[in-house]
Nanobody, 120 residues
Framework: QVQLVESGGGLVQPGGSLRLSCVGSGFTFSRYTMSWYRQAQGEERELVARIPSAGGSTNYADSVKGRFIISRDNAKNTQYLQMNSLKPEDTAVYYC?????????????WGKGTLVTVSS
């Protein structure tokens, strides 16, 4: 049974920091591209950051470049999102995503999300 479980969300003041974690199970974590998406109320879900299976080259949304850092620890089946200099517009539900391939085809897994609220 595949599971992606996010944690680390909460309420933070503007300018503050949070670190999100996502633990994967039920699939070969190290072979999957991992991503963070977010969805603000009334908005569409958007890609925040992506990291390939072996780490290395990462991608970020323009709105978070220079403030957020995505990383992963394949030994712990965990990915992270370090969020610094948070702004009210970063308020959203943040979702963990895993994309990869199995013998049966392409796989796309989602976590249930963790709420980040940036407010004074």
């Amino acid at each position: 049974q595949v599971q992606l479980v996010e944690s680390g969300g909460g309420l933070v003041q503007p300018g503050g920091s949070l670190r999100l974690s996502c633990v994967g199970s039920g699939f070969t974590f190290s072979r999957y591209t991992m991503s963070w998406y977010r969805q603000a109320q009334g908005e569409e879900r958007e890609l925040v950051a992506r990291i390939p299976s072996a780490g290395g080259s990462t991608n970020y949304a323009d709105s978070v470049k220079g403030r957020f850092i995505i990383s992963r620890d394949n030994a712990k089946n965990t990915q992270y999102l370090q969020m610094n200099s948070l702004k009210p517009e970063d308020t959203a539900v943040y979702y963990c995503n895993a994309q990869g391939y199995e013998w049966s085809g392409a796989m796309d897994y989602w976590g249930k999300g963790t709420l980040v609220t940036v407010s004074s």
